[in-house]
DNA sequence: TCCATTTATATATCATGCTATCTATCATGA
DNA sequence: TCATGATAGATAGCATGATATATAAATGGA
């Protein structure tokens, strides 16, 4: 998340020392960038919030329905499609599980790994949700431009 | 922050109920807004972690340095200038004040007002780290183009 | 004047990100 | 075959975001 409600002007980032390698309008793209993202990072979670989601429990239900050919995947498969450490999906799992939203059982190959599934539950809070996510997804994409 | 590592294509965005509604380049266009945001915006936290520092603290002193014409801002007026809750500005206070990069005094007409300015410390800190930050910015902003 | 309201900031507590470390299981080569 | 190292995942504990609430000072109308 970026943190500053208002974005400095041109003349100011060209104010500060060492802006004078690179470009002030480049500097104002970039945090132009962060501030919009952060925006639109903002209304999700408080979309998903509402439904008793957060982005990150959307996100990981959505790794696992999107796989083609495939109805689960490992806690490895889906850390590995999430940009977040391995503890934080291990407990991300634990809360989907408690919800109802998501099951998992050992490998019967190798019982180190767990393989996760979504339940019905998920598969219709999904349908549910897509719509209104997208909805949001491009409203943010229209008001800025 | 996004935490999807790789974005679904235009056909699996397609796939999904409801994004008939919207095209599907439009909603890869704001994924990839909110991937290219975050990776920035994790490059910089780690910048700042290497010199104790956080995006959040920064930012803190930066509100107050770039105000011009006033050495000080109260902690209402950084509370508006950033884009977190009270309590966070409070926290990051204390933190920022224990470091030696601030100091507060209450407002001398208004009691319940705190005053707060950067050190000389803060002033340095700030001269040294912007010309990386600057380069940070350019450089994601080159590399995506 | 004085009490009710508003304003400025701080405290309490929770949720969730992170790194470091632990446990359990599997794989491999002497 | 069994000790060593690699791999999968979980646990411990910290940092920092959020909301709800408390405290203290200023303000303003009866």
Redesign the pocket.
């Known amino acids: 998340?970026f943190f500053l409600k208002t974005l400095p002007s041109a003349r100011m980032v060209e104010g500060y020392a060492g802006a004078h390698n690179v470009s002030a309008e480049t500097i104002i793209d970039a945090l132009t960038l962060m501030r919009r993202a952060s925006q639109m990072i903002r209304r999700l979670e408080s979309f998903f919030s509402s439904h008793g989601l957060?982005q990150?429990r959307f996100l990981f239900l959505i790794v696992i329905d999107r796989e083609p050919d495939r109805d689960r995947l490992?806690?490895?498969e889906i850390?590995d499609r999430l940009d977040?450490?391995?503890?934080?999906?291990?407990?991300?799992?634990?809360?989907l599980e408690a919800d109802g939203y998501v099951t998992s059982q050992k490998d019967e190959d190798?019982?180190?790994?767990?393989q996760v599934r979504l339940t019905p539950k998920a598969h219709a809070l999904l349908k549910r949700l897509l719509p209104d996510y997208f909805a949001i997804l491009a409203d943010e994409i229209e008001r800025s431009k």
Do not use: C, I, N, Q
Request: glycine share 8%; no cysteine; charged share 20%.
């Open positions: 998340m957060s990150l490992t806690v490895g850390t977040v450490a391995g503890p934080v999906v291990a407990r991300t799992l634990r809360v190798d019982a180190r790994t767990k």
